[in-house]
């Protein structure tokens, strides 16, 4: 049976010579891997970058859970995100993040449209982005379940209480607006995460975020 679907890149693995297992979000199969053939050029890798919104043929047999993923192509072409260095990081830190996060084979009904959706916000946004990161970790967070209130969060993010107030308050446009410095964002990234590592019961080792650390200084 072959069905098409749209996926969300979270990771990839390599898998063979020239073969690839693709970890993603879907709404039709959740956060699930399928094995990609004979990916051996440069210009096809360029497809598995880090929250690529991909349509696939999934062709599901009796013979192996890991389905096959064929005929992809680029639903977008999210050249705002993939021209500027700062989203791109932000890319790495996200997919990073929904991937050690959401567990393999878990459905979580409307989180594959709510990717999508700031996918496609991040690669519009011309300017005032370098918050984005904060205000999606705290919308994640509502994402799986847990709605916080602010109050929720006071234990997590200590003395910056007010600003984390402030993100979960204002609109996203205004959220976007809050003066902070490099190392205050990071620190506040940090401490939501830890929230986030509270509620799933999981160590959530994100590497990428020594990235955002050193560009966003």
Known sequence: MTNNTGLIVLHTTKFGENSLVVHTLS?????RSFLVKGVGKKAMMSLFLPLNVLEA?????????LFTARNLVARYPLLGIRNNMFKNSMTMFMSEVLYRVIKDG????????????????????DSDFSNFHIRFLLEFAVALGFSPEANDLMPFVGDHYPVVEKFMTLSFADSMLIPLNGA?????????LRYIEFHTESAVNINSLKVLRELFA
């Open 27 to 31: 709404r039709e199969y959740g956060r």
């Open 57 to 65: 043929d999934i062709v599901e047999t009796g013979k192996s859970t």
């Open 106 to 125: 878990s459905m979580e009904e409307g989180l594959y449209e709510w990717c999508e959706k700031n996918i496609l916000l991040l690669d519009a946004i």
């Open 184 to 192: 205050a964002r990071n620190e506040i990234a940090e401490e939501i």
